[in-house]
C-alpha cells in the first residue's frame, strides 16, 4: 500500500473512530489522521498477534483493522490522561 493510501486510510478510520468515541469535536483532523495510523499499526499488532492479518490494503478489513485500532488507543489514551473521570458541578 502506498503512503498516500495509508494516510486517506489513517484519516478515514480515526474520524470514524473518533465519532465512535465521542471525541470527534475534541480531536483535529491532523489528529484524527494520526490517530488513524497509529490505530492502523495497533490494529495490525492485535490481529497478528490473534493469528489473523493485519492491514493489508485499501480495502474494508483494513479499515475495520484500522478502526478497531484507532479506538484501542483513543481508549488507551483516555485511561492514562484520565479522560475517564466524570466532572461534576458545584
Do not use: E, K
Amino acid at each position: 500500500m502506498g503512503l498516500i493510501a495509508f494516510i486517506i486510510l489513517g484519516a478515514l478510520s480515526g474520524w470514524i473512530a473518533s465519532l465512535i468515541m465521542g471525541s470527534s469535536a475534541q480531536y483535529s483532523l491532523i489528529l484524527d489522521i494520526v490517530l488513524g495510523i497509529v490505530g492502523a499499526a495497533v490494529g495490525g499488532l492485535v490481529m497478528n498477534s490473534l493469528g489473523q492479518p493485519g492491514v493489508t490494503g485499501f480495502d474494508l478489513y483494513s479499515i475495520v483493522v484500522a478502526i478497531v485500532g484507532a479506538v484501542l488507543v483513543i481508549f488507551i489514551g483516555r485511561a492514562l490522561t484520565g479522560g475517564w473521570r466524570s466532572r461534576t458541578t458545584v
